[in-house]
């Protein structure tokens, strides 16, 4: 089995913590993002966002009109998307979990593996303990393990009762990699499943992942939505296939704008129109939807987006000082 190994690195940690770790090919980044929530110590609760900057590409599962459609980013569904078809090309990009305490991780794609034995996920090495959600960034990460290893901290007692003992985030390597072998890739496909329906599934002891498919009929009629949004909005297709689907879309928009004209200037009715033409009512149902959607308000571009800024204060992610691999 393909599989790629990883560096991932909490960004600000000094000494730095990080996890190497080897998945298999084929996961969705939704999949991934499982992984690294898995391995890194956090609950998955909180938003998270996948950051190609080289691609100038952003895949996240949030659906919120007013988020981040603006700048020079492209904005991808996270669950929609296989890291194959990004890694090789951009071996080095990030990961941001929780958009209120900033978590931000620096992964390096380290080798791509031909023949991976097994058909799930490994942590190979690692340094540092099991990170805590909820305790304000990296720097109230600080100050919470300051507060949790003093017994006289004046905070000790809150944040134990809050948090729990130190000793509950101890990073077990041969815990972690048992959990992990739960998390097998399967040849069984399904369509895109979001973070929310994986947890879903967890809970009811499903643990391994499907491959990803667009067989779907569903799927596949989402996938036309999005078609749609990018005809009306000039944008270029990703694929052949969404080539294809554009395409199609022009060809009903012509088509409609010949029916209605007919109907207009003609006795004939619309399923005498629509044999003429060789067409049938599926025009009509793709004009009703392309009208809603021009119906729509979409969030204008921030003029004041600045193209020039950094990822961070500390500079830019490919400083080799900033991080050591």
Avoid at 66 to 80: F, I, K, R, T, V
Avoid at 87 to 114: A, L, N, S, T
Avoid at 306 to 320: L, N, Q, R
């Amino acid at each position: 089995m393909k599989a790629y190994q990883f560096k991932i690195t909490l960004k600000g940690s000094k000494p730095p913590i990080w996890r190497r770790v080897i998945v298999p090919a084929g996961l969705s980044f939704t999949q991934f993002a499982v992984i690294i929530n898995k391995i890194m110590g956090w609950n998955g609760e909180h938003l998270y966002e996948f950051i190609l900057e080289p691609m100038e590409i952003k895949l996240s599962e949030e659906d919120d009109d007013d988020y981040d459609d603006y700048g020079p980013y492209e904005n991808l569904d996270a669950s929609w998307n296989r890291i194959d078809d990004y890694v090789e090309d951009c071996p080095k990009f990030e990961y941001v979990y929780d958009f209120g305490d900033d978590w931000r991780h620096v992964i390096k794609m380290e080798k791509i593996i031909d023949s991976y034995a097994f058909n799930y996920p490994m942590v190979l090495k690692y340094k540092g303990d099991m990170l805590i959600d909820d305790c304000g960034g990296i720097f109230g990460y600080y100050d919470l393990l300051e507060a949790l290893e003093d017994e006289n901290h004046p905070d000790h007692e809150e944040k134990k009762d809050w948090f729990g003992e130190i000793e509950d985030y101890d990073f077990d390597l041969d815990e972690v990699n048992e959990d992990l072998e739960k998390y097998e890739l399967l040849d069984e496909t399904s369509g895109p499943m979001s973070y929310m329906e994986i947890q879903e599934d967890q809970f009811q002891g499903n643990y391994a992942f499907k491959r990803l498919s667009f067989d779907d009929e569903e799927v596949y009629d989402d996938k036309i939505a999005k078609c749609m949004f990018k005809v009306l909005h000039g944008a270029l297709p990703d694929d052949q296939e969404e080539m294809d689907i554009m395409m199609d879309m022009f060809d009903k928009i012509i088509t409609a704008s010949h029916v209605e004209k007919l109907l207009e200037h003609t006795e004939m009715t619309r399923e005498e129109i629509y044999e003429i033409l060789d067409v049938d009512e599926t025009t009509d149902a793709f004009i009703n939807m392309l009208r809603s959607f021009q119906d729509m308000d979409f969030p204008e571009e921030d003029d004041e987006w600045d193209d020039d800024d950094d990822w961070d204060d500390d500079g830019p992610v490919y400083s080799d000082e900033e991080i050591l691999f």
